[in-house]
């Protein structure tokens, strides 16, 4: 039976990352993937383009149970160095907004880049083999090694990587696995809940999802953490990228709070009275929202009257109102449609600086299996190739 250096479960952004990297420091790497073919999430990221980075990428950008665990792994593999690594393989890239980059052509040329890299692995005497549509029945550790059964076939090695990512979007093979994993071996997981996913709507907000369709850039506000970007109504409820950054931040029974004018200065329609006071709050709402989104905020506030024949009391009520508009999601759409998963192998049972596990040695954690959840833009990616290029330092 042939002996590995490591075998890393899971295909993925960080499982072909950390394969080809210890493949070029010499190891010789089994990677065993569950579905057909590996790097699917990467094949559908950003559009088809893959967000996969973001030049502002730091610890701030990430959740966990321990803001400090990222900083390690993302301060030794930066964003710009995973730039170079792209430029390298002459895949041409553009800066969309807020620092997220994304291939000009294709997500498919990042995964032919990472296989390219695997196979690289020959020139430093390393080996990266890749074997798909396996099925994990075993894991265990034996003398010192790691003995994985897959497809009846029983696999030896000095170091195991869990790469398996979490369960969201279980339609495209992602599995609660790396948890099953972790578990047996021991390890506490925070309970993992869909982040970057829609919002739903009930009750009272029910009305909004009329609206379907509508977006605006706002202020959405969870708790203390804010984003301005665009969000959008939907059919269910909300969505676009400022609902699905707080949602990542949103528990259960909370408010989302939206500022539906965060350009706006305090005071602003109290002006708008004194210069326009034939016009009305509908009028000047359409001055910077979409028709149907001023109709339905106007209509909610009940001021139909001209500005003139308003109180300024009201008007700063309105005004109030229009800046903390709250809403109380009655749940999310889950993980079905949850970009990525928050939670997972908790972080303290790991070292920040290889990703091993501190109670198994040889056990390593990378990518979304672990407690560390990027913003939407590129951040998810960034952790993987990160906590990726980390433990392949060690395995
Ligand atoms: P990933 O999910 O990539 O890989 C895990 C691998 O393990 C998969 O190949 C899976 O099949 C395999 N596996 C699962 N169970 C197994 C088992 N039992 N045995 C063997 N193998 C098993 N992020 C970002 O930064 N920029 C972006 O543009 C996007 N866009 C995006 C779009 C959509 C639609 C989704 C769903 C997600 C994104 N993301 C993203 C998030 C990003 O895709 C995600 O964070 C990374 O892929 C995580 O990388 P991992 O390698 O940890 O898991």
Not at 178 to 193: T, V, W
Not at 370 to 380: E, H, I, M, P, R
């Amino acid at each position: 039976m042939p002996v590995f250096d490591t075998i890393i479960l899971g295909a993925g952004a960080a499982g072909l990352f950390c394969a080809a990297q210890a493949g070029q420091r010499g190891k010789r790497v089994l990677v065993l993937e569950r579905s057909a073919k590996p790097g699917k999430k990467i094949l559908i990221s950003g559009g088809g383009r893959c967000n996969f980075t973001n030049i502002h990428a730091g610890p701030a950008h990430y959740l966990s149970a321990n803001p400090h665990f990222a900083k390690s792994a993302l301060s030794r593999y930066t964003a710009r160095d995973f730039i170079d690594l792209i430029e390298k393989h002459g895949i041409a890239w553009h800066e969309k907004t807020l620092g997220q980059l994304f291939c000009d052509n294709s997500a498919k040329q990042v995964v032919a880049m990472l296989m390219d890299e695997c196979a690289r692995a020959a020139e430093f005497g390393g080996d990266v083999q890749l074997l798909c549509d396996q099925d994990i029945t075993d894991a265990a550790r034996q003398d010192g090694a790691f003995v994985i059964t897959a497809n009846g076939q029983v696999h030896r090695a000095h170091s195991l990587v869990i790469a398996t990512g979490g369960p969201s979007i279980p339609k495209m093979g992602a599995t609660g696995f790396a948890y099953d994993l972790a578990r047996q071996f021991g390890l506490k997981i925070i309970e993992p809940r869909p982040a970057l996913v829609p919002l739903t709507l009930g009750g009272e907000d029910v009305l909004f999802r009329d609206l379907s369709g509508v977006s605006a850039t706002v202020d959405a506000r969870s708790g203390k953490t804010t984003f301005r970007e665009a969000a959008l109504f939907t059919h269910k409820g909300l969505s676009g990228p400022s609902i699905l950054q707080v949602s990542s931040y949103w528990k259960h029974g909370e408010p989302i709070t939206i500022d539906f004018l965060p350009d706006r200065p305090e005071g602003w329609l109290l002006e708008a009275k004194r210069e326009t006071p034939r016009s009305t709050v509908k009028a000047k709402l359409k001055d910077v929202l979409s028709d149907r989104l001023a109709t339905t905020l106007s209509g909610r506030l009940g001021i139909e009257t001209e500005l003139g024949n308003v109180s300024d009391k009201a008007l700063r009520a309105a005004e109030a109102q229009l800046a903390r508009w709250t809403f109380h999601p009655n749940g999310s759409e889950g993980f079905a449609k949850a970009e990525v998963t928050a939670g997972g192998i908790d972080t303290k049972e790991l070292s920040s600086k290889t990703m091993e596990a501190r109670k198994v040695p040889g056990l390593y954690v990378i990518g979304e299996a672990a407690d560390v959840t990027g913003w939407l833009g590129g951040y998810n990616f960034q952790w993987a190739w990160s906590s990726g290029w980390a433990a392949a330092q060690a395995v």
